[in-house]
């Protein structure tokens, strides 16, 4: 009997045209408890400090009235849907700078120095190898707590919650979903 590996896992679900029939259940279905606490649309985005991609600290609460954030959690660097996604949210860092909004992606693993340059990423990533702002956050896991959930969080420069997109399947979706936020 073949076990299936979590990256094998991460490869299967991003096969959509294989898996297309549950894209639209399977975020909200297969997930943890913990999904009902998740922070929501008009609360504080709490505040946290993570090391960058350089090993440099970065303090959320640094942007706080003066510039926009779009925060993205992926599940973890170089698989096929995470890297489709923050591919897709460097290509349109341009048109994110021009509405004053930093993006910025956060997974679990322990560096993001090596996913960036492979890619040649754009957009700030950040590690959080504890998990200790996707707890803050109550992002939720995926797959019955098998997986990192994948959620985007639109904060404003005032530092509220503008909107949350949770869906793991759909990694393109979250640039979209951003950019109707900012009226892009």
Sequence with gaps: M????LSGLVTLLSMNKVLGFVSKSLPTVARTRNSLKMVKAGDVAPDFTLNDSEGKPFKLSSL???KNVVLFYFP???TPGCTKEATAFSQSLPLFN???TEVIGISSDSEQAAFKSKYQLSVKLLSDPGGATRKLYNVPKSLFGALDGRVTYVIGKDGIIKKVYDNLIDAESHVKVAKE????
């Design 98 to 100: 021009k509405a004053n």
């Design 76 to 78: 973890k660097s170089d």
């Design 64 to 66: 706080k009235g003066k």
């Design 2 to 5: 073949k076990l299936l590996t």
């Design 181 to 184: 936020a900012f009226g892009i």
